[in-house]
């Protein structure tokens, strides 16, 4: 079975900084692209970020140049640092991932963590 596992969330102060991170764990073949997401309250989710298993990064237009996404693939891991926080970006952060298993190393499938809270407020 594989899971996801977000951590790094928390309150900041707006222009603060926090780094999420979502690691993945259990009979994993091979990971594919890795993303970011979050929904606010009364919203509906948006992609926030995502990255590629050779390293290229796509960005929101509403993050792009202060977050910045990175993964370590023998850590099974992504983050995303974020800098410069507004109130706007308070929401729960969700990470997905495209894996194939090990029992089915032909097909990727789609898997969510549970999510993180990031509050950004004074």
């Known amino acids: 079975q594989v899971q996801l596992v977000e951590s790094g969330g928390g309150l900041v102060q707006p222009g603060g900084s926090l780094r999420l991170s979502c690691a993945a764990s259990g009979n994993i073949y091979a990971i594919y692209t890795m993303t970011w997401h979050r929904q606010a309250p009364g919203k509906q989710r948006e992609l926030v970020a995502s990255?590629?298993?050779?390293?290229?990064?796509n960005y929101a237009d509403a993050v792009k140049g202060r977050f910045t996404i990175s993964r370590d693939n023998a850590k099974k891991t992504v983050y995303v640092q974020m800098n410069s926080l507004k109130p706007e970006d308070t929401a729960v952060y969700y990470c997905?991932?495209?894996?194939?298993?090990?029992?089915?190393?032909?097909?990727?499938?789609?898997?969510w963590g549970q999510g993180t809270q990031v509050t950004v407020s004074s």
């Open positions: 990255i590629t298993i050779g390293g290229t990064a």
């Open positions: 997905s991932a495209e894996i194939a298993s090990t029992s089915t190393w032909w097909r990727r499938d789609n898997y």
